[in-house]
């Protein structure tokens, strides 16, 4: 079993939908870093979180400690929201070393 | 705006060959780390370095090493490309105190 999991693994939606992607670790972590990556593209980091809940635009993340799970929503997606998505755990004992989830590949269709 | 750049978006390589990855960050970060992603294994950890002339092994170092001579310059060298280090490498950086991550745009690599 993976330290960090995704789920779902692979997402389609209708543009205007909402879209939540949920990360669950099974590791003592120090903060969660929420990543995007477009087809062909370098790595854009969304958020970082260690407690409550950050939105920037029409993303919103939230983490729960003591349940050791954090969610990424998409308020009214769109087609450019299209990209692979990636949770990270952060490992503040190892120098920020990350720890990967296998990422969400989410399609929006117009 | 944190920039991570790196030497080539593509490069084709000869087995045997060595090959050089470069990346730069613009923002005095401490730590830099190098990955490999691939299909269905993700992103892995090869080396990173939390400071000049230091560095520490990831997860997957066989076949790597790395150069750290300058603060915003970190390398890494395949001394003798093989046909399985045909990968996407990925170069990050991030503050100390501060471990938000900033991602290089890629450096597709193809050994033939």
């Known amino acids: 079993k993976n330290e960090v999991e995704q789920s779902p693994q692979n997402l389609t939606a209708q543009e205007g939908e909402f879209i939540t992607i949920n990360c669950s670790y099974s590791v003592g972590i120090s903060a969660l870093h929420w990543l995007q990556q477009h087809p062909g593209g370098g790595i854009v980091s969304l958020f970082m979180l260690s407690s409550g809940k950050k939105k920037h635009g029409r993303l919103i993340a939230t983490i729960n400690i003591q349940e050791k799970h954090s969610s990424l929503h998409i308020t009214a997606s769109h087609p450019r929201d299209s990209a692979v998505y990636i949770c990270?755990?952060?490992?503040?004992?190892?120098?920020?070393?990350?720890?990967f989830g296998q990422g969400t590949e989410l399609s929006v269709k117009p | 705006d944190v920039k991570v750049t790196q030497s080539s978006r593509y490069l084709v390589k000869r087995t045997g060959e060595k090959v050089f990855l470069e990346c730069v960050q613009d923002m005095d970060h401490e730590n830099m780390f190098w990955y490999r992603q691939d299909p269905g294994l993700g992103l892995r950890l090869i080396y990173f370095?939390?400071?000049?002339?230091?560095?520490e092994k990831g997860d997957i170092p066989e076949g790597y090493s790395v150069s750290r001579e300058k603060k915003e310059r970190f390398s890494l060298i395949l001394e003798s490309a093989s046909t399985n280090q045909t990968s996407m490498y990925l170069c990050?950086?991030?503050?100390?105190?501060?471990?938000?991550?900033?991602f290089g745009p890629g450096t597709r690599l193809t050994v033939t």
């Open positions: 370095s939390y400071d000049v002339k230091m560095k």
């Open positions: 990050a950086s991030s503050g100390q105190g501060f471990y938000e991550q900033y």
């Open positions: 990270a755990a952060v490992n503040y004992n190892q120098g920020g070393k990350l720890i």
